[in-house]
């Protein structure tokens, strides 16, 4: 009888291992909700810079390129937005709406990176801030625009737009890099 009782116990531990183990091992559910990012319908063209500008960067802080969206929630801590992802790489769909942006506000002379020849205007991009904050979306950037090696301009822009929910901060994600192409196509134009 203590032979069987002992065998017993053993099927019975293993058992209940594996199911330990089993729930333990268990993946997290897949995310809810999928974004992507578009471009602007309301950007009209806004004049010709009469020569080609590649967009060669744009790049954002480590902690934003990930697939999860961020919140911020003080200075010095984020959180993620449960359930939602973005879709694809954001920095590549940044950068993708970003260009297609400013090719509505500026025309076909606006190329996306790597069209460019090495003669060509570049253009990049460095997003300093861009994020849900408490009730409030905040993006900034830093935008370089080389003519030439010598003719280098450098300017920061900003944008901020009291937002309610995290799915409205996706729609905040598109306007202001809408504004962003707005403001970018009018600084080239100054430059002309």
Do not use: Q
Request: contains cysteine; proline residues 2%; aromatic residues 8%.
């Amino acid at each position: 009888m203590c032979v069987y009782w002992s065998y017993t116990m053993k099927v019975s531990l293993v058992i209940l291992l594996a199911l330990f183990a089993c729930l333990g091992c268990r993946t997290a559910s897949p995310p809810n909700r999928m974004y992507v990012l578009s471009k602007s319908p309301e950007i009209s063209c806004m004049g010709d810079l009469g020569h080609s500008v590649e967009v060669s960067g744009f790049r954002l802080p480590g902690y934003m390129n990930r697939r999860e969206l961020v919140c911020r929630k003080s200075d010095n801590e984020i959180s993620l937005l449960g359930g939602a992802t973005w879709a694809d790489s954001l920095e590549g769909m940044m950068r993708e709406v970003f260009t297609g942006n400013l090719r509505k506000a500026l025309g076909d002379g606006i190329l996306s990176r790597g069209e460019g020849d090495s003669g060509v205007a570049k253009l990049s991009v460095v997003v300093e801030r861009m994020e849900l904050s408490g009730k409030e979306f905040v993006a900034e950037w830093v935008v370089t625009y080389r003519r030439s090696g010598r003719d280098v301009n450098v300017k920061s822009f900003s944008w901020r737009r009291r937002v309610e929910s995290g799915e409205l901060a996706v729609m905040a994600y598109n306007e202001s890099l809408g504004s962003l192409a707005t403001a970018v196509a009018g600084w080239l134009i100054e430059l002309k």
